[in-house]
């Protein structure tokens, strides 16, 4: 497959992941108004639920915590990336030398080959380990940052392949899925246990108890699905970031020294007592934790962006 096809596949996937992720959550919030209303059969209390003839309150409550949330998150999540290190901004209305320099000049290049109507914000990060990562997706709050140790043991060409890949994440607007992915997910497994224990009294119609039965059941599925989805998610993103880098250099060959050097930095250094913000590990360009093989394997990376040369 060209780079093309790869990036449209995996946004494919990407969107089939949300849409099921939001389907399960509306699931949840009314199985849960079901147990509420101490409804007589599943069939008559969903359709009462869904034409509003009953008002599905915890399905809309969830909806809204959802979405506050979001909002939250959306509006912090440049504080909440860039918590707990020394950090830099680059920036390029000031008088640059040096690393920053060329750094300013890669991204502009990136930019000008992408054709971004916007900047994102760049950022060098104080740390003994080499990573990169991206947040945001608008002119608004998108920014990329990269660990010194990582700037510091990077050419220009595997530096401006790693900024591509970082840069693809925001183009391709996986960072924002990832973010909902995740809080519907806490949202999905909260909204399971209160309708399991929040309305245990009265409520013995046989709608009410079927769907209290499927959502104790639910709260032993829905960590392990919601883990496969985020490990699929994670994984489809990674491979279409780097399809991405080396769709925007027309050139898959510095993506791939990047990618083993960073690897090659974690194999012999142990970082693990080192981060100190957790939210990064999902969103860094390789991840040290690689925790239930979340991220593609570096192998696997390298033998994808070789395919697509």
């Known amino acids: 497959m060209s780079f093309d096809q790869i ?3 995996n946004q494919r996937k990407s969107l089939l992941v ?11 919030g009314l199985l849960v ?6 409804a007589p059969s599943l069939g008559a209390g969903l359709a009462r639920l869904l034409s509003f003839q009953i008002m599905p309150t915890i399905t809309l409550i969830m909806l809204a915590l959802a979405l506050g949330i979001i909002f939250f998150c959306i509006n912090n999540s440049q504080a909440i990336m860039l918590s707990g290190n020394e950090y830099k901004l680059i920036d390029p209305s000031q008088v640059l030398r040096g690393k920053e320099r060329m750094l300013s000049e890669i991204l502009e290049e990136l930019l000008r080959a992408s054709n971004t109507p916007f900047r ?14 991206a947040s945001g997706w608008d002119a608004n709050n998108s920014l990329i ?15 401006k ?3 591509a890949h970082e840069l693809s994440h925001i183009l391709h ?4 899925l990832t973010m909902c992915v995740g809080i519907l997910s806490n949202i999905m497994l909260l909204g399971a246990n209160v309708g399991v224990w929040a309305f245990l009294g009265g409520r013995n119609e ?10 104790l059941i639910l709260q032993l599925v829905l960590p392990i699905f919601s883990l496969l989805l985020q490990m699929y998610l994670s994984r489809t993103r990674e491979f279409m970031a780097d399809s991405g880098a080396a769709h925007i250099m027309r050139n898959s060959t510095p993506m791939i020294s990047a990618l083993q050097k960073i690897s090659g930095n974690y194999a012999s250094h142990d970082f693990s007592q080192v981060e100190s913000n957790p939210t990064r590990f999902a969103s860094y360009i390789f991840n040290p934790a690689e925790l239930f093989n979340t991220h593609p394997s570096i192998e696997q990376r390298i033998a994808l962006l070789q395919r697509g040369c």
């Open 7 to 9: 990036i449209a596949s």
């Open 18 to 28: 949300l849409l099921t992720y939001g389907a399960t959550f509306v699931c949840i």
């Open 33 to 38: 108004d079901l147990v509420r209303i101490n």
């Open 120 to 133: 994102p914000k760049l950022y060098v990060m104080d740390a003994p380990f080499m990573n990169a990562f």
């Open 145 to 159: 940052a990269l660990t010194t140790t990582l700037i510091d043991n990077l050419n220009r060409e595997e530096l």
């Open 161 to 163: 392949a790693v900024m």
């Open 173 to 176: 607007g996986d960072i924002r």
């Open 206 to 215: 046989g709608g009410a108890r079927m769907a209290r039965m499927i959502l």
